[in-house]
């Protein structure tokens, strides 16, 4: 553990505090009573690591960054740079939650993070949004729910495409896509195909090293911090940064990055957003205990047969994206049902949602991808993760939220935290 | 072969069969670990269980032998050890394998006691966590003293989750350090250990914040009624508030804790306590808990803590209040909900009627409805849309009357645009006469938004309103409801309307109803008519490139090139939009013609359709050459580079590298460069050889920005696993000449000159050279005399990219191999035929000697040739398209032998000038076919050149090569078998084959040239196992097995039709095949015939030391490929 560069940072710390205490941002809630936003009115937002993912937060529509947070100085220095009026820096995130003029908390950090995170914000009484995956364990996510949940907090997922912009290889939002859905012309169950010929890329490079040699910290870092509840590891810089995706104990590789981006509109459009699978089965070479691998296929199926499949290598070339008993709907939009598109414009439209989360924020209804719906679609991303690295196929109770006859996987559902972290 | 189906034999020697050919497993525990190990990471899970299944009988000896091989980070390699130790903990935790899991568990204590290294012992522990049970804890409890241990090790009690694990971690309580005990007490905590309590709470005054933090939570985690004041205590002197303590969540968790375990007087007090000191403003959302806890644990009591809580000012915790409302109580509730709403004031019982329509109790319709007359906007507006989520499309009547009494046009519209499908349009659409204005507008909206083109003349008539919103609606809705049978109707409207956005509209609608009709791309079409006469041609011309057609682009053209003012920049801005690519060459002249703004936008446009272009990528980038010149600045150049970037080239990438030092345009080069490279989201697609590493190690140094450390991470990743072959390389430096040199003769009149003699004609030769052909502006030219240009070096296989380009007349071509010739000619030369186009094998006679199409590009423009030889067959892509497929090249100087094995690559001179650039070979060699780098470093060697059967002896005639593909087709006549003509004794085989139905072939080893190699040598059965004639074979006579001898695992194979990959170890006596990633057979010769064989028949060749390689076929069709060998003996 790296006890010796902590004391520095607390210097560091305290000069950053002094260099903000002639700030005089004075938060919407303490001027009109919160939820009681004139639409005009700036936010106030504080942003959890502030590596790439998080310096693209900062510039958000109707939001004023007041606190960046992280455990690098130099991304804290760099996201500083950014910004063009004063705004308070730390390294430990409790600190940060700890500011009465934050009203929202972005979450930018490596996964192992968002979980924690995610539930301490809420306890602080701030609304949040986080980046994804939502959670990379099944129980952190039951967690993050629970706890938004009972504190009224108002909490955003940042991915979209359930709700806007073009949706990968199909060449239009799924608004059209949901009609179809909705109306039945396909039929049911369906079958949905997320692979390269779809429109999706797996980005398997995301893929772990092996054998890494233990080399020392850089002075900037605060390793223990960066690892918080991750098991303590030696530092590499394999595993940290811009890098983190290829380790099973941050995140899930390509899966972890991208699944939920591709599956939160799935999830959506087969109307399954309070359920899970209960069968998950998956072809994959054998996993390492740390670094991720590639997989071929997983292959998620509902009680009422819908199946989702996730073609790794890109094995069906004519798959469908969508496919029912009476018709399907390919990449770019393409059907084998005549006039299509014209049938689109004769169908209801679905149900509008929030999408513009300071909306949520001022009008405390819920946003459109929020601690539920985003909960049921990371845990679909973390049962093929629990498969994936198990090696084998999976029954799944989506009421108990369990596995089926299967105890090592149950063991998989809540990983242990190193002390003193825990959630 | 030897599918002899002797079902008597079969059966009488079943029983044999299984007791002689699962032989005993003989090799040492080392072996077989060695062994397991060599397989790690396994390719799929099948193999993976196999493995899996052999370590776990290795038993607890055999796994510490496994485990002694770990070693401490940074001081060894032990990946394959901690893939397969992990994996053996994953595999051991499935249901039904407590046997291997015992195993696994017994031997990771074992182990844990002889490594000293923490991260080694870690390792072990965290593999507890998988497999760990009761019987672990007494040697797991003995690591929570050693501080560095006690997290792995309280970890796996936590999993391991028993009575004794929970004593364990206790017992470990005293005499641990602070940071011991914060882990001890978090896992107590999770374990609910209650013995615990006492001591516990004694840490709740540390000077440690962790161990207070980690006190309180395990605490409220146990949830024992005694905690109580501890736990209040602690919440009170957080004030409530967040602190890093987490006094106050745990407090709440406490509370609900007590009420999971039944202690509901205690849960009860700690919900009023929490509400008693959770009043003010900023602790609400702590307030807020005790409801959702209410609703959890008393049900109904939590209604008037629920009612009471709308009341508050904070609208953050009114909407929390009824978030929990929402999914609580039943009817009884939802009446209580509506009692409140009618006394409360308007902004509430808003928010209480949008909490009725999430909640969805039917009870509330009538309530609900009875709100959409309200005074109050915000209550009309949440009744309307609650109404939508509680009666679905039976609110369709009653949001249609209300939307017709004009309160709430936007709201009911948004609301009827969930629901309404076409067949509600007509009765909605009725309503358009009784109504007006915004209302109307309303209406016209909603029928526009399901294409309800029925009303289009009621709609229409609408243009002409008065009042703006029912205007702006009827012509905003045109465009949803016309079709070809309104297009006069739709012209008239064109030309008659004032108002420009109005206009704008109509186009839209006109390219709606005139897209479809075919007529309208003609001369005769009703718009191109109406342009001729109207004097309002601006509005139809901008329709135009919607349209389409030959006509309608001559016609703006014109209008572009023969008006000015408005109408120029009309036409202008109709050539840069049109819809396809045929405007590019219009654009391109404006953009070679003019200056300032119309050069610039024409250049973007030309860029972007042919981008857009359905163009092969070849023809693409020569596009994009074309127009760089005419950059007007570096945004430009960008423009082209990023485009360029798209087309997965050879030429495209190097095209790029004279930009990658250019400061304003590196980033975009880089990126391109890096795109065109790396392979595709598929994995494919990518290019290779010593350019491409050169040029992504240059990227990786330049590409900056936000998210170029992934970039930095992809490029290395993929210059790790690329080919390390030399791809193509450059024949021609842009500068001078080297590499190339006179012509001598022809390759037949060359060998018969002595040295002397071809030495000193050589030198007179490449003195000649000089006179006719030069370097100019990068490229090589000729000037019209003269004998053609050779290169320095011969080439035998090989692919190559040149681009060519002739002026008038023009006639030239590239010899191969020094012989002539894919052309090269002026298309208008048809007095000798050149109206074929180039790139055909012109001096053919017996082969085509024409191209299958014309793709040249036209005389002054630059064309690019991809040409590839492999043996005498000649492939050519002119401009992306492919215009030779695969023809043999014949011997122009000996029409009676083919084309010789290699030669001079040679640009043919013809009386006119022409010009070369961007010259690229890359060398093919068959030699080292189907191996990859790392079998070449291993030592195989390629068995099949993919162009014949050099190396190979028998019978030739079944046996032939073809793209590549040793085929096999006995209806061709031959006899015998196909052996190598080389002998092997031990050896690694490998191969890839695919089968017919029923095929039916096998791999002869050790065999010698005559007899049955089955008995004489060996024979490895090649078989489609699925075919209903085999299925009832012996297990000895299905693929893959020894033939007679030992069977292999059925189930391998891959559907019939698909490549299968073969692997065949040969070791003395050992035979081991692989198929498909998976160990099919793996038997020792001698023990498995020690009491006779399993036919009961004599093979005498069994015990060959060596003999040939062949494929014994017997009547079947099917192919192989990639076939490659590695000699032990050598």
Not at chain 2, 418 to 426: F, G, V
Not at chain 2, 737 to 755: E, F
Request: charged share 25%.
């Amino acid at each position: 553990m790296v006890h010796k560069s902590s004391t520095s940072r607390r210097g560091f710390l305290k000069s950053a505090l002094v260099a903000g205490a002639g700030l005089t941002i004075i938060p919407r809630h303490v001027l009109g009573g919160r939820g009681f936003l004139a639409p005009s009115d700036h936010l106030t937002k504080a942003i959890i690591g502030v590596g790439g993912m998080g310096r693209g937060h900062i510039p958000y529509e109707g939001t004023r960054v007041v606190a960046v947070c992280d455990v690098d100085r130099l991304h804290l220095e760099k996201a500083k740079s950014m910004i063009n009026h004063d705004v308070k820096t730390f390294g430990d995130f409790r600190e940060v939650l700890q500011l009465p003029e934050v009203d929202i908390v972005h979450i930018a950090t490596p996964p192992h993070w968002h979980g924690i995170m995610a539930v301490e914000a809420a306890k602080a009484g701030k609304d949040i949004w986080c980046e994804k995956p939502m959670t990379r364990t099944i129980g952190e996510g039951k967690k993050v729910m629970e706890a938004v949940n009972a504190h009224g907090r108002m909490f955003r997922l940042n991915t979209w495409f359930r709700f806007k912009d073009t949706f990968y290889g199909l060449g239009t939002d799924v608004k059209p896509l949901k009609k179809i859905i909705d109306s039945g012309i396909l039929g049911w169950p369906l079958k949905v195909t997320v692979s390269g010929v779809t429109g999706y890329d797996w980005k398997f490079f995301w893929s772990g090293k092996h054998n890494l040699a233990p080399m020392p910290v850089p002075e900037h870092l605060d390793y223990d911090m960066w690892l918080g509840p991750a098991p303590y590891r030696p530092y590499n810089p394999e595993r940290v940064h811009a890098n983190f995706r290829g380790y099973w104990d941050y995140d899930g590789g390509g899966l972890g990055d991208m699944g939920q981006h591709y599956l939160d509109p799935v999830q959506y459009l087969l109307g399954k957003d309070d359920t899970c699978p209960v069968s998950i089965e998956v072809d994959a070479p054998q996993q390492h205990y740390d670094a991720v691998g590639s997989w071929r296929r997983i292959t998620y199926t509902y009680a009422d047969g819908c199946r989702v499949i996730l073609d790794g290598e890109n094995k069906d070339k004519d798959a469908a994206y969508i496919e029912g008993p009476h018709g399907k709907i390919y990449r770019g939009f393409r059907s084998d049902i005549p006039n299509l598109q014209d049938l689109v414009k004769t169908l209801p439209d679905p149900e509008p949602q929030i999408t513009v989360f300071s909306e949520s924020v001022q009008t405390r209804k819920k946003f459109a991808l929020n601690e539920t719906n985003g909960f049921y679609s990371s845990t679909l991303v973390n049962l093929g993760i629990v498969a994936v690295r198990l090696g084998r196929s999976l029954q799944f109770d989506p009421v108990k939220l369990k596995f089926i006859d299967d105890e090592g996987a149950n063991r998989l559902i809540s990983q242990p935290m190193r002390a003193s972290w825990s959630i | 072969m030897k599918v002899r189906i002797y079902q008597l034999i079969t059966t009488l020697v079943l029983a044999l069969v299984i007791s002689t050919t699962f032989a005993q497993d003989r090799r040492t525990p080392e072996t077989r670990i060695a062994d397991a190990l060599a397989q790690m990471p396994a390719g799929n899970l099948v193999h993976l269980e196999r493995v899996m299944g052999e370590l776990a009988d290795l038993g607890p000896e055999g796994f510490t032998k496994l485990s002694q091989m770990l070693v401490a980070p940074g001081t060894g390699d032990d990946t394959a050890v901690r893939f397969a130790i992990n994996s053996l903990a994953r595999y051991s935790s499935a249901f039904g394998r407590e046997e291997s899991r015992r195993m696994v568990e017994k031997g990771l204590i074992a182990s844990l006691v002889s490594h000293k290294d923490n991260e080694v012992r870690t390792f072990l522990l965290n593999q507890l966590n998988l497999v760990g049970s009761n019987h672990s804890v007494v040697a797991v409890k003995k690591y929570l003293s050693e501080e560095a241990m006690t997290e792995p090790a309280a970890q796996a009690l936590v999993a391991i989750a028993t009575r004794d694990a929970a004593k364990a971690l206790f017992q470990a309580l005293s005499g641990a350090g602070d940071a011991s005990r914060v882990t001890l007490v978090r896992s107590l905590g999770e374990l609910r250990f209650e013995e615990s309590v006492k001591t516990i709470s004694t840490f709740s005054g540390s000077a440690n914040q962790d161990l207070r933090k980690a006190t309180l939570a395990a605490l409220a985690n146990i949830g024992h009624p005694d905690s109580y004041k501890l736990l209040l205590k602690a919440a009170r002197d957080a004030n409530f508030e967040y602190k890093p303590s987490n006094a106050t969540e745990s407090f709440l968790v406490y509370a609900n804790r007590l009420g999971e375990r039944g202690e509901m007087n205690e849960c009860r007090n700690a919900l009023k306590a929490i509400i008693k000191y959770t009043q003010s403003e900023g602790k609400l959302h702590n307030h807020a808990v005790v409801l959702s806890l209410y609703a959890r644990h008393f049900d109904n009591e939590a209604m008037p803590l629920l009612l009471k809580a709308v009341d508050s000012g904070n609208k953050e915790f009114r909407y929390a209040a009824l978030n929990v409302a929402q999914n609580s109580g039943g009817a009884s509730a939802t009446r209580q909900w509506i009692a409140k709403a009618e006394s409360a004031p308007a902004a509430v019982r808003a928010e209480i009627i949008d909490m009725l329509g999430r909640r969805g109790d039917e009870l509330a319709v009538e309530f609900v409805r009875s709100n959409l007359n309200e005074a109050s906007q915000e209550v009309r507006k949440d009744a309307i849309e609650a109404l939508v989520k509680l009666q679905g499309q039976d609110a369709v009547p009653v949001l249609i009357d209300h939307l017709v009494k004009g309160k709430d046009p936007e709201v009911s519209k948004n609301a009827l645009l969930q629901l309404i499908s076409r067949k509600h349009l007509a009765p909605l659409a009725s309503r358009m006469k009784e109504t007006s204005g915004a209302t109307r507008a309303v209406i016209i909206d909603a029928v526009a938004a399901r294409g309800g083109n029925a009303w289009f003349d009621e709609i229409f008539a609408v243009t002409g309103s008065e009042n703006a919103d029912e205007r702006n609606a009827a012509f905003n809705a045109l465009k949803n409801i016309s079709t070809a049978a309104n297009l006069d109707a739709l012209i008239e409207l064109l030309l008659s309307a004032e108002d420009e956005k109005e206009v704008q509209q109509v186009q839209l609608a006109v390219v709606e109803a005139a897209k479809s009709v075919e007529a309208e791309q003609t001369e005769n079409g009703k718009l191109l008519s109406a342009l001729k006469t109207t004097d309002k041609k601006e509005r139809i011309i901008s329709i135009l490139p919607e349209i389409g057609g030959d006509v309608a682009l001559e016609t703006v053209t014109e209008y572009f090139n023969s008006s000015n003012g408005r109408l120029k920049e009309v036409a202008f801005e109709a050539l840069t939009g049109w819809k396809d690519y045929n405007a590019a060459a219009s654009l391109y002249k404006i953009t070679e013609s003019s200056t300032g703004d119309y050069r610039s936008k024409a250049f973007s446009s030309f860029v972007r359709q042919v981008r857009t272009a359905d163009l092969p990528d070849d023809q693409k980038l020569l596009q994009y050459r074309k127009i760089m010149p005419y950059a007007s600045g570096a945004a430009d150049q960008r423009l082209v580079i990023s485009a360029i970037g798209n087309l997965k080239t050879f030429l495209s990438m190097v095209y790029l590298e004279q930009y990658i030092d250019n400061r304003e345009l590196q980033q975009s080069a880089a990126r391109s460069i890096m795109r065109i490279a790396l392979p595709d989201s598929d994995g494919k697609n990518n290019l290779s050889g010593q350019k491409v590493r050169d040029l992504l190690q240059r990227v990786a140094l330049v590409i900056s920005g936000e998210e170029s450390d992934y970039d930095k991470i992809n490029i290395q990743n993929y210059l790790e696993r690329m080919p390390k072959e030399e791809g193509f390389v450059s024949m021609f430096n842009g500068k001078n000449l080297d590499g190339w040199q006179g012509l001598v003769g022809n390759p037949i009149t060359r060998t018969k000159m002595s040295k002397e003699e071809l030495a000193k004609k050589q030198e007179e030769a490449n003195g000649k050279m000089y006179e006719n052909w030069a370097v100019k502006d990068n490229t090589i030219v000729f000037n019209g005399k003269g004998d053609n240009l050779c290169s320095v070096k011969e080439y035998g296989d090989f692919e190559m990219v040149v681009d060519w380009r002739i002026t008038k007349g023009g006639d030239s071509g590239l010899y191969l191999r020094g012989s002539p010739q894919v052309q090269i000619w002026d298309t208008a030369l048809t007095n000798v035929g050149a109206e074929v186009g180039s790139g055909g094998l012109y001096n053919n006679q017996k082969n085509p000697s024409k191209p299958l199409k014309v793709a040249d590009n036209q005389v002054g423009e630059w064309n690019t040739f991809r040409i590839s030889m492999t043996g005498e067959n000649v492939t050519v892509y002119l401009n992306g398209e492919l215009v030779v497929d695969n023809v043999p090249l014949e011997n122009y100087w000996d029409r009676s032998n083919p084309i010789f094995g290699k030669g001079f690559i040679e640009l043919q001179a013809h009386g006119s000038d022409l010009a070369f650039r961007d010259i690229y070979v890359k060398e093919i060699n068959t030699d080292e076919i189907g191996l990859t780098e790392v079998e070449k470093a291993e030592g195989f060697v390629s068995l099949f050149n993919g162009m014949n059967l050099d190396g190979w002896q028998g019978n030739k005639t079944d046996y032939f090569a073809r793209n590549g593909e040793l085929v096999v087709q006995p209806a061709r006549g031959g006899q015998g078998n196909l052996f190598t003509e080389k002998e092997y004794s031990d050896f690694i085989f490998r191969f890839e084959f695919q089968l017919t139905p029923g095929a039916n072939n096998g791999l002869g080893i050790r065999a010698p040239l005559s007899g049955d190699a089955a008995y004489t040598g060996m024979e490895l059965q090649i078989l489609d196992n699925t075919a209903p004639v085999y299925a009832n074979l012996a297990d000895y006579q299905y693929h893959g097995s020894v033939y007679g001898i030992i069977p292999a695992k059925r189930g391998f194979l891959r559907p019939v039709g698909e490549w299968n990959e073969q692997e065949v170890v040969a070791d003395g006596s050992r035979i081991t095949i692989t198929l498909n990633g998976n160990v099919i057979l793996d038997g020792d010769l001698v023990e498995a015939s020690k009491n006779g064989t399993v036919d009961k028949r004599d093979h005498p060749g069994l015990l060959r030391e060596k003999g040939f390689i062949g494929f014994l076929g017997h009547g079947s069709e099917l192919k192989f490929r990639n076939i490659r060998v590695k000699d032990l003996i050598r």
